[in-house]
Structure formats: structure tokens, C-alpha cells
């Protein structure tokens, strides 16, 4: 008996090993060309790189090839350009980028039906005995919407406008423990650990982090989109360092007639990100490391 594999399943063997710092494990795989990943179709994502693919941005995405679906239509996925490919034993960060990470309709649907929520309580317990009210100690719940805004100030998200989700030290270890990484100095800790060894990569991250803030602001697409739970990817290895913007899932177009200064205080509907916070940010800690 002769067994038929589809064509594509017959992927390339990858020449390193590749990386995932977040996200459901299922949702990536190895593209069909050497170089590529596939990523899990999600509409809201696909319309963006198609976007970006005209846009002044461009050169700071992964490159999007299209959309490729399994040969039993089971399941799509939209190929990117491997961003590790050109490096040889790569570190990597993903930095998830804004001062909050879920969109407002989210928080306004949590909204919709506020019952108490006992394992979020409990979660919130976990993490600070001191983080619940008298009254939410008391009846042992907390509200989804509470709990949404709370999660984002035990990281560094709500106050620099950014968190590290994940990072693959030169040791091939990889760590997605820094939820509760929240201060400057912590940061600064984790990225030094980050570039030990490797100290060219510290001003080449300047550069290209002052290139994005430099392009965001000429940017159409930037210009109408609520940029929310995208992330910075950082990369280096012995010859080079750069870094991209990815992961356009939660990434929507604005509502007409609103405007976002992507830098201003975020309130309940207004709808700013925080994404320059973040960059900002970024920018000057790095530079600060520099000083060292
Ligand atoms: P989440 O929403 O939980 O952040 P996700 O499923 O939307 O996850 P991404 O954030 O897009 O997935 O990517 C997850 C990880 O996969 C990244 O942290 C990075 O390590 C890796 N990754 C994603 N896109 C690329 C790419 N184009 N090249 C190399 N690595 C990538
Ligand atoms: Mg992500
Ligand atoms: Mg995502």
C-alpha cells in the first residue's frame, strides 16, 4: 500500500533550531519554503500585513507571503518570513508592546455581565495578598474587568508600556517567567542577561528602535490602528542584531473620527495604546544600559 502525503507536509528540515516565545504552541509551524513559518489564519492578522506590506513600515515586519490552507481544508495559516533565518544560534525577546493588551471591546463586553469571579480572585491572591479590596476579600471574587486592569500593573505594561513575554538566552534556555517583571531596574536586569556577551547588539537595537519610532510617525497604518498585544521581537546573535514588529492578531482599525496619539494616558474609551510609550521607553533603557 502506497501512503499519500500532501506535498507540503514535507517540510525542510529547519538548518536551527526555531523559537516560539508565546502563543499556543499549535498556532506555528515550519513554512514550506526554506526560510518561512506558518502561522494560524486569523482574518483580523491577515488584513493587517496586507496593509503593511504598502505601508512605510514594511521593512520593519515579517514578510508576508499569503495565505496557504491544508490540502483537507482543515485549517489556514498565513506564511511570514522566518525572522531568526539569517542568524546563527539566535537570541531572542519578544516584547509585548502598549499599556494595556486587551482591546476595549473586550473590556466592554466583560463589562456587559460583571459577575464575581472566584478564580480571579484567587489568581489576584496569588500574585499580592494585598491586591483585592476589604470588600473583595470579603466576598472572595473580583469582577473580569477589575481583574483585566489590575493584571496590567503586576508587569511593567501599564507603566512603561511594555512587558518581556518571553526570552531564548545564547545557552539555547528560555524563559517566559517575567509576569511579575515590573520595574526599571528588573527590566534592565533581564535585558543585560539578555546581551551578556554580546554588547554590539546593545547600540544596533538603539538604532533600529529609533528607526521604528522614527517611521511609526509617518505611518498610515499606524495612523488608524489600535495597536494592541503586538509585539517587538528582538534577535542577535555573534554578527548582528535587529529587530521587527509582529503579531497584528488584536490589531484594529480605529473607530472613524477618533484619533490616538498612541503616547497619551489611556481611559475607558478612548482608545490609546501605548505603543510609543513603550518604544520610548525601550529606547531609553537600552540607552541607559549603554551608560554602563
Ligand atoms: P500571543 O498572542 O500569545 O502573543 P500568537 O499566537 O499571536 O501569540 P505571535 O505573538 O505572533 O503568536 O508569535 C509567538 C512567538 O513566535 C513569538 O514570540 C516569536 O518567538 C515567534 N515568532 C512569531 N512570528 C515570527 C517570525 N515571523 N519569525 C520568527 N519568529 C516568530
Ligand atoms: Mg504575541
Ligand atoms: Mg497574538
Given at each position: 500500500i502506497v501512503q499519500w502525503t500532501p506535498f507540503f507536509q514535507t517540510y525542510k528540515k529547519q538548518r536551527y533550531p526555531w523559537v516560539q516565545l508565546a502563543g499556543h504552541q499549535g498556532n506555528f509551524k515550519a513554512g514550506p519554503d526554506q526560510g518561512t513559518i506558518l502561522k494560524k489564519l486569523c482574518a483580523k492578522e491577515e488584513k493587517c500585513f496586507k496593509i503593511l506590506m504598502r505601508d512605510v513600515l514594511r521593512p520593519y515586519v515579517p514578510e508576508y507571503k499569503g495565505i496557504i490552507?491544508?490540502?483537507?481544508?482543515?485549517?489556514?495559516?498565513?506564511?511570514?518570513q522566518d525572522l531568526l533565518g539569517d542568524f546563527i544560534?539566535?537570541?531572542v525577546m519578544d516584547c509585548k508592546i502598549g499599556v494595556r493588551t486587551?482591546?476595549?471591546?473586550?473590556?466592554?463586553?466583560?463589562?456587559?455581565?460583571?459577575?464575581?469571579?472566584?478564580?480571579?480572585?484567587?489568581?489576584?491572591?496569588?500574585?499580592?495578598?494585598?491586591?483585592?479590596s476589604e470588600e473583595e476579600h470579603?466576598?472572595?471574587?473580583?469582577?473580569k474587568p477589575r481583574y483585566m486592569v489590575w493584571r496590567e500593573t503586576i508587569s511593567s505594561t501599564a507603566t512603561l508600556g511594555f512587558r518581556i513575554e518571553g526570552i531564548r538566552n545564547v545557552?539555547?534556555?528560555?524563559?517566559?517567567?517575567?509576569?511579575?517583571?515590573?520595574?526599571?531596574?528588573?527590566?534592565?536586569?533581564?535585558?543585560?542577561?539578555?546581551?551578556?556577551?554580546?554588547?554590539?547588539?546593545?547600540p544596533?537595537?538603539?538604532?533600529?528602535?529609533?528607526?521604528?519610532?522614527?517611521?511609526?510617525?509617518?505611518?498610515?497604518?499606524?495612523?488608524?490602528?489600535?495597536?494592541?498585544?503586538?509585539?517587538?521581537?528582538?534577535v542577535h546573535d555573534r554578527y548582528n542584531a535587529n529587530v521587527w514588529l509582529i503579531d497584528f492578531a488584536k490589531t484594529v482599525v480605529l473607530p472613524e473620527n477618533i484619533k490616538i496619539t498612541h503616547s497619551s494616558k489611556w481611559k475607558v474609551g478612548n482608545h490609546e495604546d501605548g505603543y510609543l510609550v513603550g518604544?520610548?521607553?525601550?529606547i531609553k533603557i537600552f540607552m541607559t544600559m549603554l551608560e554602563h
Open positions: 490552507t491544508s490540502d483537507d481544508k482543515e485549517c489556514s495559516y498565513i506564511q511570514l544560534s539566535p537570541c486587551y482591546l476595549e471591546e473586550e473590556l466592554a463586553k466583560a463589562k456587559e455581565k460583571p459577575k464575581l469571579r472566584k478564580d480571579m480572585y484567587e489568581k489576584m491572591c496569588q500574585i499580592d495578598q494585598h491586591a483585592p470579603k466576598l472572595k471574587g473580583v469582577t545557552d539555547g534556555t528560555s524563559s517566559k517567567d517575567f509576569k511579575t517583571t515590573k520595574t526599571k531596574e528588573q527590566i534592565i536586569a533581564a535585558f543585560e542577561k539578555f546581551t551578556e556577551g554580546f554588547p554590539h547588539a546593545i544596533k537595537y538603539i538604532q533600529r528602535l529609533k528607526a521604528i519610532k522614527a517611521t511609526l510617525e509617518t505611518s498610515n497604518f499606524f495612523e488608524t490602528h489600535e495597536v494592541i498585544g503586538s509585539s517587538l521581537l528582538f518604544v520610548n521607553n525601550l
